[in-house]
């Protein structure tokens, strides 16, 4: 049971590429969140979904895009990436619906735009 | 309104000691109070939570302390143990957000 795997673990890009992030969870939970970790910033989420085909837009959504195509996969894509968005990405995921609920956190994906 | 404030930035204990962590939320609307730990090149994972009913919730050698008055809660971590080595984020959250503190790196020294 691997519970939240995310790819790839780490990646360098050049300002103004393109890439997604992939998110997938073994769980069947129902949502999920993507969040960016930024040293003394805690985590940030930047958007979230309460089902297969649906998204919301988190505290900082711009520059982002997601897609929740299948129940398990939740995807954020950069489609001009820029240095402001160096950062370690977390995806999660919750059984329940509501943010007052537990979250199971993937192991992250660190990010460099140079 | 929507800030979750955490304190210390890092903090250093013996083997054996208790560490403590304060965190202090503005939002009355929050509801659901999590502690999350996070080892290094992992993800944050759920240590333990806390609703505003009770003032107290204890799990082995972690309880947090929860003052409503104060919009304030702490956690202590009793026994500390190299093991428990890790950055500490404290949240706050109701069903509609959660936000984060700034977390807390914990050494524990033998």
């Known amino acids: 049971n691997a519970g939240v795997t995310q790819t790839p673990k780490f990646r360098v890009l050049k300002t103004g590429q393109s890439m997604t992030l992939l998110c997938a969870q073994d769980?069947?939970?129902?949502?999920m969140y993507w969040y960016r970790q930024d040293p003394g910033m805690g985590l940030r989420l930047i958007h979230y979904s309460v089902g297969e085909g649906t998204t919301a837009k988190g505290e900082v959504p711009d520059g982002y895009n997601v897609s929740r195509l299948k129940k398990q996969n939740f995807l954020l894509g950069l489609e001009s990436a820029a240095p402001s968005q160096t950062s370690v990405y977390f995806c999660?995921?919750?059984?329940?619906?509501?943010?007052?609920?537990?979250?199971?956190f993937g192991d992250g994906t660190r990010l460099s735009i140079l | 309104q929507q800030q979750v404030k955490q304190s210390p930035q890092s903090l250093i204990v013996q083997k054996g000691g208790i560490s403590i962590i304060n965190c202090a939320y503005e939002?009355?609307?929050?509801?659901?109070f999590p502690w999350y730990q996070q080892f290094p090149g992992k993800g944050p994972a759920l240590l333990i939570a806390i609703r505003p009913d009770v003032s107290e919730k204890k799990e082995g050698r972690f309880t947090i302390s929860f003052n409503k008055s104060a919009k304030q809660f702490s956690l202590h971590i009793m026994d500390s143990q190299p093991g428990d080595s890790a950055t500490y984020f404290c949240?706050?959250?109701?069903?509609?957000?959660?936000?984060f503190g700034t977390g807390t790196r914990l050494q524990v020294f033998p």
């Open positions: 949240a706050g959250s109701n069903t509609d957000k959660l936000i």
């Open positions: 999660a995921s919750s059984r329940v619906q509501g943010f007052d609920q537990p979250q199971h």
């Open positions: 939002n009355t609307a929050f509801d659901y």
């Open positions: 769980m069947n939970h129902e949502y």
